[in-house]
C-alpha cells in the first residue's frame, strides 16, 4: 500500500524548488533594469560634458596624455627602486670609496686606482674664476633648478638632433654627483632613471653649495686624480686655490671627457677644450671677451708627464682583482685604503709595450693590422707584464683580459691534450689526414692538401686541420658532439673560463677567447698538469701597514687537470712546433720554448701563444672592428712579438728546463725575425741581474721578520723614534726574481 507522506514530501519539495527559481527569475531581472537605469543615469550624465569637432581631439590628446604619463611615472618609479636601495646606509656621504696604491713586485710605486677623497678646501677658497668656469660648461642653471634642469636638457636634445650625434650634455651637476656616488657609468635608460629621481633626492637633502663642493671633489679628472684639487696638483704642480683663469678653463674641461682633454696625454685637445670653456664663460654671461683675452693669449702649461709611463691596462685589471678580493675580506676589515704589491715586472712591462708598437709601427700597415694585446706570466700564474692595446690614452678597452677573439689552431692543443689523457692516441700514433665531413661542413688544411698517414706529432707540429676534428669524433666513439664536451671540459678545467660556444669546428678554434685566460690555459702544459689562476696581486696591507692577505697564504692553488705525462707529451711535440713547424720565428737561442700559432678565418686574428719553463706568453694581433688583414697568420708578427718580449724576459735569470724536452741548442731563427728584433733586445733594454730563487726566498722571510718585529715593538710601546728601514728596499736596488 502506497504511504500517503512520500506524497506530501515531494509536493513540498517542488513548491521550494519553484520558490527559489521565482526568486532567481526576480533577482536578475531587477539587477539588470537597474543597471540599465544607472547606466541611462550615467549617460545622461556625460552627455553633458560631450565635446565634438576639433574640441574633441584637443580632449582625447590629454586624456592618452594622461593615461601614459600615468604609466610612465609608475614605471620610473619602479626602475629607481633600486637606485634608492643605495642611500640605505645612514653614512652615504661619509663612505669612502676603495683606494688602492700598487707597487710592483720589487716594492717601488706604480700608480693607483679608486678614490681618495679630499676634502680639505672648502668652497669659498676656491677660486671664483675656477667656480665660474665650472657651472658655465657643466651646468648654467645650477643655483635655479631641483636637481635637473629640464631647459637644459630640452636644448642639449635639440643640439644633438641637429648635428646627429652627441655633442651637449644634458645633466646637470647634480645629476653628474648623483652618478659618482651611487651609479656605474653604464649609458642605459634605467641608469638615466635613476639618476634623475637620485638628483632630486640629493636636492632634498643638500644645500647647492654642499652639492657642488662634492661634485669638484670627487670627479674624475684624469691621470688617476679625483677631484679639481688632485688635477691642479697632477698637471700644474699647485693648489686649485692658486689656478689662473688659463689653467681653470682647462680644469673645467676635463668634466667632460677627462681622458681625451688630459693635458699629458693631448695638450692641443686640452687647449682647444679649454678655450670653448672660456667661449662659455663669455656666452653665460659670467666674464666678458676682456676678461677672458689674456688666458686665450696665454694658454695653460702642463707638467710634461709623457716620460711618467703607467701600466694602465695592468693596473686596470689589477683594480678589478682587487675589488672582487676585497668581497671576500672577512667583515672585520673596515679599511678602504690599501696598498698592494703586484707581480709586475716594469722592465719587461716596457719591453712589451715598446715590442707592440714597434712591430706595428714598422708592419702594421703591409698587414692591415692595427691592434694588439699580449700577456706574460709565471708559470705560477703570476702576470709579470699585460699589455691591453696600443695606447691606452686613445683607448681604455683592455682587448688583453676582455675582448673575446677565436683562438684559431693555437686551440688545438686542448684537442690534442684531450685526446691524449682519454688514451685516444698517443704522441707516436699514425692518423690519417684526409677528407672529413661532419654534415655539410668539411674542413680543409692551409694548403688545401692533405698528407695521408702522419704520427700525432707531426699533425701538430704542421697544424693539420683535420686531425683535431677526426678526435672529436674519436672522443666520442663515433659521436663528434659527445667528443666536443669532453674537449670543452678540458679547457675549462685548465683555464678558459668563458662560455665556448660547441660547433663543428670548434677542434680548430671556433670558440672565443681572451688573451688573459688563453695563456693561463697554456701554464698547464709546463706545470705538469696543474691549473694555475692567473693573478696580479701578490700581497695586501692596509693604510696602518698590516698584511691582511697574500697569494702564497690565502690564494688559491693550482689544481690537477692532466696526467703529468700528457702535459710531457704536450711539451715535447709543442717545442717541436716550434723549432720545426709553423712557430719557428718564435725560437729563442739557447733557451727551450714550445708553443702554438693559430690564424682564423680571413685573416682576422693572429696568435701565437708559448712558454719555457720560466714564462709563459700570449700575444694577439688583428683589429678591433673585426676587418680581415693582409693574410697574416700567427707565425708571422704574433711569433715575432713574443720572441723579442721573451729573449729580454730571459736575461739574467735562472733558466729552468722545459719538462719533457731534452735539452741542446736551438736551432737558429729565422732572418725574417731576427731583422725585426736585431737578434736580442737593445743594449738599452738590458734586463738587470736578478736574485735567484732562493735568495728571494731570503729576502721575503726576512721582509716578514722585520715586519713582525717592527709590529711587536710598537704593541709594546717600545718602537724607536727613528723611522724604522723599508724592508722593501733590498728589492729596490736590486731586481728580485720570484719565480
Known amino acids: 500500500m502506497r504511504d500517503p507522506n512520500s506524497h506530501d514530501w515531494t509536493r513540498i519539495v517542488r513548491r521550494v524548488l519553484l520558490d527559489l527559481d521565482a526568486r532567481l527569475d526576480s533577482t536578475v531581472f531587477n539587477a539588470v533594469a537597474l543597471s540599465r537605469e544607472y547606466y541611462e543615469r550615467f549617460s545622461t550624465f556625460m552627455d553633458r560634458w560631450h565635446v565634438s569637432g576639433w574640441k574633441r581631439l584637443g580632449v582625447e590628446g590629454l586624456s592618452e596624455g594622461a593615461t601614459l604619463g600615468t604609466a610612465g611615472l609608475v614605471l620610473a618609479l619602479a626602475l629607481a627602486i633600486p637606485a634608492f636601495n643605495e642611500t640605505s646606509d645612514e653614512d652615504w656621504l661619509k663612505k669612502s670609496e676603495l683606494a688602492v696604491t700598487f707597487l710592483d713586485r720589487f716594492g717601488n710605486e706604480v700608480g ?63 645629476q653628474q654627483l648623483a652618478k659618482n656616488l651611487f651609479l656605474s657609468n653604464e649609458r642605459t635608460i634605467e641608469r638615466k632613471v635613476k639618476e634623475a629621481f637620485l638628483a632630486i633626492w640629493l636636492e632634498t637633502r643638500l644645500t647647492k653649495n654642499e652639492i657642488l663642493k662634492l661634485y669638484l ?37 676635463l668634466f667632460k671627457a677627462p681622458t681625451r682633454f688630459a693635458p ?17 664663460l663669455v656666452e653665460a654671461g659670467f666674464m666678458t671677451e676682456g676678461q677672458v683675452f689674456g688666458a686665450r693669449r696665454n694658454p695653460a702649461v702642463a707638467i710634461d708627464r709623457r716620460d711618467e709611463r703607467q701600466p694602465n691596462y ?7 682583482e682587487m675589488k672582487r678580493l676585497v668581497a671576500t675580506f672577512p667583515k672585520s676589515v673596515h679599511d678602504r685604503v690599501f696598498t698592494v704589491r703586484t707581480s709586475l715586472d716594469p722592465g719587461l712591462q716596457i719591453t712589451a709595450e715598446n715590442a707592440v708598437e714597434s712591430v706595428l709601427r714598422q708592419y702594421g700597415n703591409d698587414y692591415h693590422a692595427r691592434q694588439a694585446a699580449t700577456v706574460v706570466m709565471d708559470t705560477d700564474g703570476a702576470v709579470r707584464a699585460l699589455v691591453g692595446g696600443r695606447d691606452y690614452g686613445q683607448s681604455q678597452f683592455n682587448r688583453a683580459v676582455d675582448a673575446l677573439r677565436q683562438p684559431g ?38 694548403t688545401r692538401s692533405y698528407s695521408g698517414s702522419v704520427t700525432v706529432t707531426h699533425a701538430i707540429v704542421k697544424s693539420i686541420n683535420t686531425i683535431p676534428v677526426r678526435f672529436s669524433v674519436m672522443l666520442g666513439d663515433g659521436n663528434a658532439r659527445t667528443g666536443r664536451a669532453k674537449i670543452i671540459t678540458t679547457a675549462q678545467r685548465m683555464g678558459l673560463r668563458h662560455p665556448l660556444a660547441d660547433s663543428t669546428s670548434l677542434p680548430i678554434g671556433a670558440a672565443e677567447v681572451t ?37 702564497d697564504r690565502d690564494g688559491p ?41 693559430g690564424t682564423t678565418n680571413a685573416y682576422r686574428d693572429a696568435w701565437f701563444v708559448g712558454y719555457t719553463g720560466n714564462y709563459v706568453a700570449g700575444v694577439w694581433f688583428g683589429n678591433d672592428d673585426y676587418a680581415p688583414t693582409n693574410r697574416m697568420t700567427g707565425g708571422s708578427l704574433p711569433a715575432m712579438t713574443w720572441r723579442q718580449i721573451m729573449a729580454y724576459a730571459h736575461q739574467g735569470i735562472e733558466l729552468k728546463p722545459l719538462p719533457g724536452v731534452a735539452p741542446g741548442p736551438t736551432p737558429p731563427a729565422p732572418q725574417v725575425a731576427q731583422a725585426a728584433t736585431n737578434g736580442t733586445p737593445d743594449a738599452s733594454q738590458a734586463r738587470p741581474t ?44 736590486t731586481g728580485v726574481e720570484r719565480n
Open 515 to 551: 688573451v688573459l685566460e688563453h695563456t693561463a690555459g697554456y701554464a698547464t702544459f709546463p706545470n705538469l698538469g696543474r691549473a694555475v689562476t692567473p693573478h696580479a696581486i701578490l700581497e695586501v696591507r692596509t693604510g696602518t701597514g698590516n698584511t691582511i692577505w697574500r697569494f
Open 409 to 446: 689552431s693555437s686551440f688545438k692543443p686542448y684537442v690534442y691534450a684531450t685526446a691524449l689523457g682519454h688514451g685516444v692516441v698517443k704522441p707516436t700514433s699514425v692518423v690519417v689526414d684526409g677528407p672529413i665531413c661532419l654534415g655539410n661542413w668539411c674542413p680543409q688544411n692551409y
Open 264 to 280: 699629458h696625454v693631448n695638450l692641443p685637445a686640452a687647449r682647444a677644450r679649454a678655450n670653448v670653456v672660456l667661449d662659455n
Open 112 to 174: 693607483s686606482r679608486g678614490i681618495k677623497h679630499n676634502d680639505a678646501i672648502p668652497l669659498e677658497e676656491y677660486p671664483d674664476h675656477l667656480i665660474k668656469a665650472s657651472l658655465a660648461t657643466e651646468d648654467r642653471r645650477f643655483y635655479e633648478h631641483f636637481g635637473i634642469d629640464i631647459a637644459g636638457t630640452m636644448r642639449a636634445l635639440s643640439a644633438n638632433a641637429r648635428a646627429g650625434g652627441v655633442v651637449q650634455g644634458g645633466s646637470s651637476i647634480t
Open 690 to 733: 736578478l736574485l735567484t730563487k732562493r735568495s728571494a726566498e731570503v729576502l721575503v722571510r726576512l721582509e716578514r721578520i722585520m715586519e713582525n718585529a717592527t709590529r711587536a715593538l710598537a704593541t709594546a710601546g717600545t718602537a724607536p723614534r727613528a723611522e724604522a728601514p723599508d724592508p722593501r728596499a733590498a728589492g729596490r736596488t
Open 217 to 253: 671633489d670627487r670627479a674624475y679628472m684624469g691621470g688617476g686624480a679625483f677631484g679639481v684639487d688632485a688635477a691642479a696638483q697632477y698637471y700644474f704642480g699647485k693648489s686649485a686655490r692658486d689656478v689662473n683663469l688659463a689653467e681653470a678653463a682647462m680644469l673645467a674641461g
Open 314 to 320: 695592468y693596473l686596470d685589471w689589477a683594480f678589478d
Open 557 to 597: 692553488k693550482p689544481v690537477q687537470v692532466l696526467r703529468p705525462q700528457v702535459a710531457l707529451d704536450m711539451n715535447m711535440m709543442l717545442n717541436k712546433a716550434v723549432e720545426e713547424g709553423t712557430g719557428r720565428r718564435a725560437i729563442l737561442d739557447g733557451v727551450k720554448a714550445a708553443g702554438k700559432t
